[in-house]
């Protein structure tokens, strides 16, 4: 399945921003889906998922705290997207957002790391100023 994400922009610091990620030309079925971001020249790093069967979600919890509680991450059947609300932004969260299938349990999210580029789907520039 190709995904896009969409959404981002330029915000302050404590700002709020609604990234929406969209199957093309597919659903969502049978996938899990996680959110990503990558700052140039540093690895892609995982943000959250949510499970396709039942809905649970999970946040990167290191260090604790870091994205639960301000990032939401959610599933709108009616629209066909996976939405990550995040709200009290931080200059350290200016990063491209990516949406992409994942393994995603209720204390981890994987995905491949061997994933070329050109393979991941549009991802979404998110600038946190300071």
């Known amino acids: 399945v190709q995904l896009q994400a969409s959404g981002g922009g330029l915000v302050q610091t404590g700002g709020s921003l609604r990234l929406s990620c969209a199957a093309s030309?597919?659903?969502?079925?049978?996938?899990?889906i996680g959110w990503l971001r990558q700052v140039p020249g540093k690895e892609r790093e995982g943000v959250s998922c949510i499970t396709w069967r039942d809905g649970t979600t999970y946040y990167v919890d290191f260090p604790e705290g870091r994205f639960k509680g301000r990032f939401t991450v959610s599933r709108d059947q009616a629209r066909n997207t996976v939405d990550l609300q995040m709200s009290n932004l931080k200059p350290e969260d200016t990063a491209v957002y990516y949406c992409?299938?994942?393994?995603?349990?209720?204390?981890?999210?994987?995905?491949?790391?061997?994933?070329?580029?050109?393979?991941w789907g549009r991802g979404t520039l998110v600038t946190v100023s300071s």
């Open positions: 030309g597919s659903t969502f079925d049978n996938y899990d």
């Open positions: 992409e299938p994942v393994d995603c349990g209720i204390a981890s999210m994987t995905w491949d790391p061997d994933k070329p580029s050109s393979l």
